[in-house]
């Protein structure tokens, strides 16, 4: 028997449960792994309280670094003993051990830990895709950025301005603004500032290209006023509920911008956009130009206490639950 969360209706943070599950032995392409370090994330907290549903019961979480410790049928790219992390495939990362399709397992570089490992894969990937895909950062652009200093947030930032570009980040406390400073941002403003004038300011009175905004309904008309004409909005979460209902002129009386609502199952696909996004996103962290900064640290069964500090605001950075 082993120990994991479970939820078995959706609701508040109270809905995640440290329950006994009999695993058994992995199928045909699947491996059982021991996690050292899971990693939490804002996606979570939508499954839990059903804004993105889930069939229940159901376990929680994408995210994790371990050791493989058993492989299945027709399972080659891994091995027993395998250092591994993930940041893809069915829920159930908040466990302490789980089997699951191997194909989505990338093997850890020796100088990547643990923890590092659950704090950046997810985000990391999202990260990738965000800025080398969904829009193609280019040198000298300023781009604008909220939730700055959040797990996206820092690892986003960084990135960016190792492509070129100069971050415009948006955060809610003085706290974050000195972290996203030092972690990629040129400039930082805080929610309650007049983010429309101060982006047109910093920007010649164009607008930026692109936003960046995982923040939702409450950000969506400031992000809008903030492009240059045809620039693109990319709505990527829901941190202060969804946007519902967006009218389409709003976007042609800006002259003509873009949005996208981007998700990261859809650039990671399969195992040849996984190697391709992990290799990039490996590179920036050995090489030093993205510094993975762990905020809290959450025992596990304290899952729901993570879930509070999350959507409370309260965390900066990468958060790690520990089985
Ligand atoms: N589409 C995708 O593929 C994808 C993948 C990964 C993550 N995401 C999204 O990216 C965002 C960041 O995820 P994360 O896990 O790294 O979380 P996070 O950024 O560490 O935490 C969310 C941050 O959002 C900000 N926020 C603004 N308004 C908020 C509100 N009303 N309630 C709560 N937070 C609010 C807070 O920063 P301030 O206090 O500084 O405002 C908070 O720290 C989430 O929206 C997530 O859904 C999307």
């Known amino acids: 028997m082993i120990r994991a969360i479970q939820v078995k209706e959706f609701g508040g943070p109270e809905v995640l449960k440290w329950v006994e599950i009999d695993l ?23 499954r839990r309280s059903g804004l993105y549903p889930i069939d229940l019961p159901s376990g929680l979480g994408t995210e994790a670094s ?16 395998d250092r591994v992390a993930y940041a893809m495939g069915p829920q159930g990362s908040y466990s302490e051990e789980r089997i699951m399709p191997a194909k989505w397992l990338v093997k850890l570089p020796e100088d990547i830990n643990d923890e590092i ?24 652009e300023w781009i604008l950025l909220y939730a700055a200093a ?9 990135w960016a301005r190792k492509l070129g ?5 948006v955060v809610s406390t003085e706290e974050k603004r000195q972290l996203a400073l030092n972690h990629g941002c040129e400039t930082v403003l805080l929610a309650t500032d007049d983010i429309v004038t101060k982006v047109r300011n910093l920007t010649g009175g164009e607008g930026v290209p692109v936003v960046y905004d995982p923040v939702g309904k409450d950000t969506l008309i400031t992000s809008l006023d903030c492009l240059r004409p045809r620039g693109l909005l990319v709505s990527f979460g829901n941190a202060s509920g969804p946007v519902e209902g ?18 990261l199952w859809t650039y990671v696909k399969n195992r040849e956009d996984l190697e391709a996004g992990c290799a990039d996103l490996f590179k920036q962290v050995l090489g030093g130009h993205i510094d993975i900064k762990i905020g809290q640290r959450f025992d596990l ?4 206490d993570a879930h509070r500090a999350l959507t409370s605001r309260r965390t900066i950075g990468s958060s790690v639950l520990l089985p």
């Not at 058994?24 to 939508?46: M, Q, S």
């Not at 490992?117 to 000298?140: D, E, F, H, I, N």
């Not at 967006?246 to 998700?263: C, F, H, I, Q, W």
């Open 24 to 46: 058994g032995e992995p199928g045909p392409g699947e491996a059982r792994i021991v996690h050292k370090a899971v990693g939490l994330n804002f996606i979570d907290t939508y």
């Open 66 to 81: 371990g050791i493989v410790t058993s492989v299945g049928p027709d399972v080659h790219h891994v091995a027993p003993g």
């Open 117 to 140: 490992a659950a704090s950046m894969m997810l985000k990391g990937l999202t990260s990738w895709y965000l800025l080398r895909q969904t829009y193609s950062v280019q040198p000298g």
């Open 150 to 158: 959040g797990g996206v947030g820092l690892i986003a930032a960084q």
């Open 165 to 169: 570009a100069h971050v415009i980040g």
């Open 246 to 263: 967006l009218n389409l002129l709003e976007l042609a009386k800006r002259d003509s911008l873009y949005v996208t609502r981007p998700g």
């Open 301 to 304: 069964c304290d899952a729901a």
